[in-house]
């Protein structure tokens, strides 16, 4: 069974007409309840929610403390490649793009691990292009044999790969992946991927599952806010993390709530999703899955990140740079402009101010 089969469920369903018989006494319910349903979390991700989003946040800090502690998990990304073949309209790195292209080679992939390494940071994100020519699969294998060396912990976010794929992956050394199905609207996804490989919506739908049945330790899922209804998107992240965590109980599965963000090509969000529309999608799915991890980039900013430290967030980037071998040499282009420019000691301070600690280390892949 695929993922697909759960979306169809909810084709026809006519969420603005289920949001219109919400009431503010459904809401005070379900927040009182200990495990939600589907229909619980949608309901929370309402515009009548809105008016509780304080009792939601009480709760959510509560739960998030439960089961993770006061600790947020840091990390950084590293480009790897610029170079894709797909041309997804909201995308600074869109092949037709005239940016310049860079891959990094083995000894400037070294350096930026050095670089890296010397922050203290001991989790690292891998990411390039989606150019299997460029990229191919043995070259991330390479970069992440040196990368082993200096982090404990390495995550991929590159174009979907099948399951033996994957399983070559984790066998040299990767423990955990990202990958977002950019909307989950099949509809609005053809109209943003025109040409290339990343206009196979089932295939790409499928990947975290193939990444699961590879025996990958932590899946990381989303949606890039702006392209089409928040509301929606946000509930299908949160049913398709639910789907993948009772399928998968020994593996990590967590969220991450992007919104777009300037680049090359300056493609104007559909839609605006606003610092108060973001908080209530992180602590609806907070309640709605309370051990499910939630990651907070650096494409926002510092105040709303030091905000969101208690709603919910167990995972923060720092230091981070979206160019390739933007932590060691002069940076290519950005694939989008970070807004949180605060290096790891910065953000280290933050969260000790906030009585959290900052966790460079939870993981040791051998």
Same mark, same amino acid.
């Given at each position: 069974?695929?993922?697909?089969?759960? +979306?169809?469920?909810?084709?026809?369903?006519?969420?603005?007409?289920?949001?219109?018989?919400?009431?503010?006494?459904?809401?005070?319910?379900?927040?009182? %309840?200990?495990?939600?349903?589907?229909?619980? &979390?949608?309901?929370?991700?309402?515009?009548?929610?809105?008016?509780?989003?304080?009792?939601?946040?009480? %709760?959510?800090?509560?739960?998030?403390?439960?089961?993770?502690?006061?600790?947020?998990?840091?990390? @950084?990304?590293?480009?790897?490649?610029?170079?894709?073949?797909?041309?997804?309209?909201?995308?600074?790195?869109?092949?037709?793009?005239?940016?310049?292209?860079?891959?990094?080679?083995?000894?400037?992939? %070294? !350096?930026?691990?050095?670089?890296?390494?010397?922050?203290?940071?001991?989790?690292?994100?891998?990411?390039?292009?989606?150019?299997?020519?460029?990229?191919?699969?043995?070259? +991330?294998?390479?970069?992440?044999?040196?990368?082993?060396?200096?982090?404990?912990? *390495?995550?991929?976010?590159?174009?979907?790969?099948?399951?033996?794929?994957?399983?070559?992956? +984790?066998?040299?050394?990767?423990?955990?992946? @990202?990958?977002?199905?950019? @909307?989950?609207?099949?509809?609005?996804? !053809?109209?943003?991927?025109?040409?290339?490989?990343?206009?196979?919506?089932?295939?790409?739908?499928?990947?975290?599952?193939?990444?699961?049945? !590879?025996?990958?330790?932590?899946?990381?899922?989303?949606?890039?806010?702006?392209?089409?209804?928040?509301?929606?998107?946000?509930?299908?992240?949160?049913?398709?993390?639910? &789907?993948?965590?009772?399928?998968?109980?020994?593996?990590? *599965?967590?969220?991450?709530?992007?919104?777009?963000?300037?680049?090359?090509?300056?493609?104007?969000?559909?839609?605006?999703?606003?610092? %108060?529309?973001?908080?209530?999608?992180?602590?609806?799915?907070?309640?709605?899955?309370?051990?499910?991890?939630?990651?907070?980039?650096?494409?926002?900013? !510092?105040?709303?990140?030091?905000?969101?430290?208690?709603?919910? +967030?167990?995972?923060?980037?720092?230091?981070?740079? @979206?160019?390739?071998?933007?932590?060691?040499?002069?940076?290519?282009?950005?694939?989008?402009?970070?807004?949180?420019?605060?290096?790891?000691?910065?953000?280290?301070?933050?969260? &000790?101010?906030?009585?959290?600690?900052?966790?460079?280390?939870?993981?040791?892949?051998?």
């Amino acid at each position: 069974m695929s993922f697909y089969q759960e +979306i169809e469920k909810y084709r026809d369903w006519n969420f603005a007409d289920t949001s219109n018989q919400i009431t503010d006494a459904d809401i005070s319910r379900i927040i009182a %309840k200990d495990n939600l349903t589907v229909w619980d &979390y949608l309901t929370l991700l309402s515009p009548m929610a809105e008016n509780h989003l304080e009792a939601m946040a009480q %709760k959510a800090h509560r739960l998030t403390v439960q089961h993770f502690g006061q600790t947020i998990l840091l990390y @950084t990304p590293l480009y790897l490649a610029n170079y894709c073949v797909n041309q997804c309209v909201y995308c600074g790195f869109h092949a037709h793009n005239q940016i310049e292209r860079k891959k990094l080679s083995l000894e400037e992939v %070294k !350096a930026e691990a050095k670089a890296i390494a010397a922050t203290g940071l001991k989790h690292l994100l891998i990411l390039t292009g989606e150019s299997r020519y460029h990229s191919s699969v043995e070259y +991330i294998r390479q970069c992440v044999d040196i990368l082993k060396e200096y982090f404990t912990s *390495i995550s991929i976010e590159v174009y979907p790969l099948n399951t033996e794929e994957y399983n070559v992956l +984790i066998e040299n050394g990767v423990d955990g992946m @990202t990958i977002y199905q950019e @909307t989950y609207h099949q509809k609005v996804y !053809a109209e943003l991927h025109p040409a290339g490989p990343k206009r196979d919506y089932h295939y790409r739908l499928d990947a975290p599952e193939r990444a699961c049945q !590879a025996g990958m330790r932590s899946v990381n899922i989303g949606a890039l806010l702006g392209l089409d209804d928040w509301r929606r998107e946000a509930f299908f992240t949160g049913i398709h993390a639910d &789907y993948l965590q009772r399928k998968y109980l020994n593996i990590e *599965i967590s969220i991450s709530p992007p919104r777009m963000r300037p680049h090359v090509g300056g493609f104007p969000p559909k839609v605006i999703v606003s610092d %108060k529309n973001l908080v209530q999608y992180v602590l609806a799915f907070r309640l709605f899955m309370p051990r499910g991890g939630i990651t907070l980039s650096t494409r926002e900013s !510092a105040v709303l990140r030091n905000n969101m430290v208690k709603l919910g +967030i167990t995972k923060m980037s720092a230091g981070s740079c @979206t160019a390739v071998g933007g932590h060691s040499t002069q940076a290519s282009v950005s694939q989008f402009e970070i807004s949180d420019e605060r290096n790891v000691a910065d953000i280290a301070a933050m969260l &000790y101010s906030q009585n959290y600690q900052p966790v460079y280390k939870d993981w040791q892949m051998w």
